[in-house]
């Protein structure tokens, strides 16, 4: 058990009962909820002040992301998948991304399913000067979906698939348990910054929530390292 692990024990306690494998996934869906109204509304009995929606362009572009689920082998060029990483960098010494204590326990890996220039490598991303690192290769999208945890939910190949790893150490040597928060609530940061470029370049996403964890990390050459695999979004059109 690494220092970390024994500082903030039950972060990976919570992290290890979460993991999802070829083995629990059937489980993990079956006892999914799937009530209707699961989401009660929120009334209180005041007198509302009604908002008014912004007509700028952020405002349009927030609104028009959406999950998609239907890919068409479309070929990322370098121009768009330098825009879409583009959302993880550092200009002028200053990160894109907020960060608790500045600690950024998040890292960007990808598969490049159809990239140019890329295809079936796998990639990480340096913040600092804006590159990407060939890292590996990897299986086609077909070979690996049975790792997603998406099943038949994906019809097509999607391009890329971002994965976003954490370390947790980085945070919870500062923050003891409470740092396993902010790790999980940054990598949404990165994520909802990449949904909507993916959504300007008119591209299609969606998160995956299901990935398995340990072949996900063994696959990016993380296996006898701390990192957590917190999520994948998948993009392509
Ligand atoms: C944390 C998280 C995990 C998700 N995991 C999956 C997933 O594994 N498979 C999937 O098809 N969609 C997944 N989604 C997408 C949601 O189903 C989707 O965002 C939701 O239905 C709302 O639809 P919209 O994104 O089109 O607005 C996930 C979304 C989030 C935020």
New binding site residues.
């Given amino acids: 058990m690494s220092k970390n692990r024994n500082t903030s024990p039950l972060f990976y306690v919570y992290w290890d009962n979460s993991k999802l494998n070829e083995k629990n996934i059937i489980k993990y869906i079956n006892d999914f909820s799937y009530e209707e109204n699961d989401i009660r509304k929120i009334e209180y009995p005041t007198n509302d002040l009604k908002l008014v929606y912004p007509k700028d362009n952020l405002y349009k572009l927030m609104k028009k992301?959406?999950?998609?689920?239907l890919y068409n082998d479309y070929q990322l060029n370098v121009k768009q998948l330098s825009s879409l990483f583009s959302c993880f960098t550092q200009v002028d010494n200053h990160r894109l991304l907020s960060s608790a204590g500045g600690k950024y326990p998040i890292e960007v890996y990808a598969l490049c399913f159809n990239v140019k220039n890329f295809n079936n490598k796998i990639v990480y991303y340096n913040y600092s000067d804006n590159s990407l690192s060939i890292i590996g290769n990897c299986q086609d999208w077909d070979s690996l979906k049975s790792i997603?945890?998406?099943g038949d939910?994906?019809t097509g190949r999607p391009s890329i698939m971002f994965v976003f790893v954490g370390f947790p150490d980085r945070v919870v040597s500062k923050y003891g348990e409470r740092g396993g928060r902010f790790l999980l609530i940054e990598s949404?940061h990165y994520?909802q910054n990449l949904l909507l470029r993916i959504t300007y370049e008119k591209l299609k996403a969606?998160?995956?929530?299901?990935l398995f964890d340990d072949d996900i990390k063994n696959i990016l050459g993380l296996k006898n390292t701390n990192a957590i695999i917190t999520?994948g979004v998948i993009c392509g059109k």
């Fill in positions: 992301r959406q999950s998609s689920r997603t945890g998406v939910a994906i949404g994520i969606v998160e995956l929530g299901g999520l």
